[in-house]
């Protein structure tokens, strides 16, 4: 066994239960294909593909922990707080999770509309098709349909001309509280990481807000390497878990082979000096 901070664990990645491409048992081969040597399979609001990945897991020998990626509203921003080693079953966390999944319905439709009022048709449409999930469509969906079919060239350029925040297809949507995403996963019996802190875009004092308020929750852990950060985000963030008291992850954030620049277990090791999250999760792992 490899000392616990260098080992590779990537803790964040997404299959065909939210926007990923890849199966749950396809996502295991992969990953230990890449030497991965503790692994979480991390879906957007939705645990039904943990047993399947911890099946997986299991069949190829590797390390798994329970995943999950809630979406939050936090000071008008949308926030991902990961759920690690939590209990799949537990009753709140599926309801709350249900209760976020509602909402993507409505919203994916609304997308649509408001797409077709520009001239682009049949996108809600075109974009379940590509939903492996259907109580999950995500604006990965829309984005894989508007390339598909020739408006855009790939998704980030869908994402910046159509999907962000006053582009015409953005529909502003309530996720769950911070509060309650913290709640559901450490109810669990699990421990809650902010995800990708740099991929925000807040000031200095709503981020400081994030962090303390999080800590306060009971959150106690910090993305520090994942596939979006670039080197000097890692060392911001390394410094952000130091001084807030806040264990470190590491995930790729691997969606598909086809758009994903990080590849599962692709990833820089922690900076020095931190606290790995599996230190605090060892009687988690399966
Ligand atoms: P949703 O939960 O429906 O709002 O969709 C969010 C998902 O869209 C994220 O989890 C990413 O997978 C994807 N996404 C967000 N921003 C971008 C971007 N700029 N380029 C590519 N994918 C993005
Ligand atoms: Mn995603
Ligand atoms: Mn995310
Ligand atoms: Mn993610």
Known sequence: MP?????NADLHCH????DGTLTPEELAARAKANGVQLWALTDHDETGGQQRALAAAQQQKLPYLTGVEISVTFADETVHVVGLGFDPEDEALTQGLAGICGGRGPRAREMGEQLAAIGIAGAYEGALKYAGNPRLISRTHFARFLVETGVCRDTSEVFARYLTEGKPGFVPHRWARLSEAVRWITGAGGLAVIAHPARYKFTQIEEYALMTEFKAL????????TGSHHPHEVRKYAEAAAEFGLAASRGSDFHSPQENHIDLGALPPLPAGLTPVWELLQERVR
Not at 3 to 7: D, F
Not at 15 to 18: G, Q, R
């Open 15 to 18: 299959s065909i239960l939210s």
């Open 218 to 225: 009971g959150g106690q852990g910090l993305e520090v390497v």
């Open 3 to 7: 000392r616990m901070s260098a080992l």
